[in-house]
């Protein structure tokens, strides 16, 4: 059966961009027809200036709203990555095999630092080896695919380029995974600057709607979207950022293909209209599910301590596997094991 891994960060809300690029995905395709994991990256929010009270809320919240989003334990296996060590100590291996080069190259990673610096900030060397730790996320799990949106194509084609390479080097350990991205909406651009990402740690808050935005903020928010010059309606990502994601984004949560849909529509005001109630509508069951799950957090607690423990075990292999390849002398498991005498 293909094995799934995606991941979420908890370094701010949640936003529809994450629930169209990603969750919703998840939830309505990959957990049913694979064995699927996904993972609130704690770790990963810790790579930027964090507040260590707001980012366990984050990760609470971050799982609520998975399962709000129809992940079903029975299903998946939904966890923190903090709680499972495998991650963390596959990292460290994968250091030893990427390169700084590949590092620095990293658009995200150009970006952010030079976003930091601008602010007279200091660059954390994790945000520089974050890549290499998200590699690992993925390959502990012998993952075959990885749904992501598209913001995230390069750093699984590195987490490709790392397991071939360690494969070559030191014998096959590693399934090479590859990125798999929803046919629309797999960037959602931001509502007042359509050629930039609706991104969560961003603080331009009209531009993004949040998935648990109340329906009239959410729908006061696509109203007043950014569109083009001109007033025809028509599919073009590159001339009309705005219109197109506008589109896409109706597309999106209503079925429908952006090109044939830009033909239905004689205005924009129209096609804000619609696209807003599209949108108050797909979040709708979301935010209400997740109201329910906050009322028994007691559940959600027991999903993620299951979903640490399935998690581990299906880690430890594949990582214990890696350990030994690399050439690191297995630590004696009873008294007296004979390991200084074993073959390899
Ligand atoms: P992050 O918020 O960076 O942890 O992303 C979690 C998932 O949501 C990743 O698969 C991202 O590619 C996806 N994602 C985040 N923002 C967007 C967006 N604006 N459009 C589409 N997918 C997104
Ligand atoms: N880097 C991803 C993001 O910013 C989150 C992530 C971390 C991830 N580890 C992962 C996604 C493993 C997929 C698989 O969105």
């Given at each position: 059966?293909?094995r799934?891994?995606?991941g979420i960060?908890?370094?701010?809300?949640?936003?529809?961009?994450?629930?169209?690029?990603?969750m919703r995905?998840?939830a309505?395709?990959?957990?049913?027809?694979?064995?699927?994991?996904?993972?609130?990256?704690?770790?990963h929010?810790?790579?930027?200036d964090?507040?260590?009270?707001?980012?366990?809320?984050?990760s609470r919240?971050?799982a609520t709203?998975l399962?709000a989003?129809?992940?079903?334990?029975?299903?998946?296996?939904?966890?923190?990555?903090?709680?499972v060590d495998?991650?963390?100590?596959?990292?460290y291996?994968l250091e030893?095999?990427?390169?700084?080069?590949e590092?620095?190259?990293?658009?995200?990673?150009?970006?952010?630092?030079?976003?930091?610096?601008?602010?007279?900030g200091?660059?954390?060397l994790s945000?520089?080896?974050?890549p290499v730790l998200?590699?690992?996320?993925?390959?502990?799990y012998?993952t075959?695919e990885v749904?992501?949106?598209?913001?995230?194509t390069?750093h699984?084609?590195?987490?490709?380029?790392l397991?071939?390479?360690?494969?070559?080097?030191y014998?096959h350990?590693?399934?090479?995974?590859?990125?798999?991205n929803p046919?629309?909406?797999?960037?959602?651009?931001?509502?007042?600057?359509?050629?930039?990402?609706m991104?969560?740690?961003?603080d331009?808050g009209?531009?993004i709607?949040?998935?648990?935005d109340?329906?009239?903020?959410?729908?006061?928010?696509?109203?007043r979207?950014v569109?083009d010059?001109g007033r025809?309606?028509?599919y073009?990502?590159?001339?009309?950022?705005?219109?197109?994601?506008?589109?896409?984004?109706?597309a999106?949560?209503?079925?429908?293909?952006?090109?044939?849909?830009?033909?239905?529509y004689?205005?924009?005001?129209?096609?804000?209209?619609?696209?807003?109630?599209a949108?108050?509508e797909?979040?709708?069951?979301?935010?209400?599910?997740?109201?329910e799950?906050?009322?028994?957090?007691?559940?959600?607690?027991?999903?993620?301590?299951?979903?640490?423990?399935?998690?581990?075990?299906?880690?430890r292999?594949?990582?214990?596997?890696?350990?030994?390849?690399?050439?690191?002398?297995?630590?004696a498991?009873?008294?007296g094991?004979?390991?200084?005498?074993?073959?390899?």
């Open positions: 059966m293909t799934v891994f995606s960060k908890p370094t701010g809300h949640l936003t529809l961009g994450n629930y169209l690029g990603a995905q998840w309505t395709l990959d957990q049913h027809r694979s064995e699927a994991l996904f993972c609130i990256v704690d770790l929010a810790l790579t930027v964090h507040d260590p009270a707001r980012v366990r809320r984050l919240q971050a709203l399962l989003s129809g992940l079903d334990p029975a299903l998946c296996t939904v966890f923190v990555q903090s709680h495998e991650h963390a100590r596959l990292s291996l030893c095999v990427a390169t700084d080069g590092m620095r190259r990293m658009i995200q990673y150009k970006e952010k630092a030079a976003r930091e610096r601008r602010r007279g200091s660059v954390r945000l520089l080896t974050y998200m590699a690992a996320d993925i390959l502990a012998g075959d749904p992501v949106g598209q913001d995230q390069q699984v084609e590195l987490a490709r380029d397991a071939v390479r360690f494969n070559q080097r014998g350990t590693f399934v090479v995974p590859r990125a798999t046919p629309v909406a797999a960037r959602v651009m931001n509502l007042q600057d359509p050629l930039s990402k991104g969560k740690s961003d331009t009209p531009g709607v949040y998935v648990l109340e329906p009239d903020v959410a729908r006061k928010k696509v109203m979207a569109t010059s025809d309606v028509v073009d990502r590159e001339a009309r950022p705005g219109v197109a994601n506008l589109l896409e984004i109706l999106a949560c209503s079925g429908g293909d952006p090109e044939a849909l830009a033909g239905a004689a205005s924009y005001g129209d096609l804000k209209r619609d696209a807003a109630e949108v108050v797909v979040l709708r069951p979301v935010r209400e599910r997740h109201r799950l906050c009322a028994d957090p007691g559940h959600v607690e027991g999903v993620l301590r299951d979903g640490a423990e399935r998690a581990r075990a299906m880690a292999p594949t990582v214990d596997a890696a350990y030994r390849a690399i050439g690191l002398l297995p630590a498991s009873g008294a094991a004979p390991v200084l005498n074993a073959a390899r």
